[in-house]
């Protein structure tokens, strides 16, 4: 039995920055109601024709396997979570196998949403745990900016979301006080339209159903999101999952060095950080300038804290998330 351990972190953003005040040119909003309900400030739009949501991920991925040390000829599997793939079918997972030449290893894509990066980590935390692997690639990528309804009807949920990419190289670790301690998964899926893209989909409205009504009020194909409902469930998700992270390797929250939450919403961050009364050097937050990535926001932040010195070796390390599905999730990491 072995441990896995991140040996490489990299992320990408498009260079095109959207302000508030950019928002407000096109929809009834501003600054002051953004920030006030968010804590967003602005956010990366992908500039169509120069990215993808895989190419992103290539991107981050680069980085992260220069950082490793590892040849991309020792990488034996990619794990790719996104909402957003750049076609129905296939996934990501296996344009990146392409597009960074790998061997033709597996790769899997993962429909977590907002936990899916931590999903991947645990996916590929058992694959390297059992030693069946020894290096894998794990790719958080989102492309919302094309997919949301961006004037006044739609300002409650397209202010929220940005594009962006994050990715990470686990490798085996022999030091079984080191690595990836444990990850934990949770879902209650009775809730799952409270957070959702229902269209197209197999299972409701298709692309010939939508093709056909032709009806310019059809929502049915833009994120629908209960913002009440889902703030109410993941401060509470967020605090469980946490502890149950923390009690199941006897550690206490005064031994929690970083938490990088999911940033959905800084609010949510806020009162996670004031109900476990932790310092503002003990978590790290960037919704402030990147927006809501969903799978890719926890990448993007925890490289962003490496690389500013906040994560040393020995430093313990949670992360957790909440979202559609709902799903939330957490791992707990020894530096």
Known sequence: MYHSKIAGLGYYVPSNVVTNDD????????DEWIQERTG?????????????????????AKIAIERSGVAK??????????LSPDYYFPGPGVLVQRDLGLRTVGALDVRNQCSGFVYA????????KTGMYKNILVIGSEVHSTGLDMTT??????VIF???????VLSREEDLSKGILSTHLHSEGQHA?????????????WVTDIIADNDPNDESYYPYMNGQFVFKNAVVRFAEVINEGLEANGLNVSDIDMLIPHQANLRISQFIQNKFKLSDDQVHNNIQKYGN??????????TEAWEQGKIKSGDTVVLAAFGSGFTWASAIIKW
């Open 153 to 158: 009807r739609g300002r409650g949920v397209s």
């Open 23 to 30: 928002l407000s040119k096109i929809m009834d909003t501003n």
């Open 73 to 82: 000829e020792d990488i034996d599997f990619v794990v790719f979570a996104t």
């Open 293 to 302: 990535t969903t799978a890719a926001s926890i990448p993007i932040a925890l």
């Open 162 to 168: 940005g594009d962006g990419a994050g990715a990470a």
């Open 193 to 205: 339209e409270e957070l959702a893209l229902q269209a197209p989909g197999m299972g409701a409205r």
């Open 121 to 128: 980590i645990s996916v590929a935390d058992q694959y390297i």
């Open 40 to 60: 967003i400030q602005e956010r990366r739009h992908i500039i169509r024709g120069e990215d993808t949501t895989t190419s992103m991920g290539v991107k981050a």
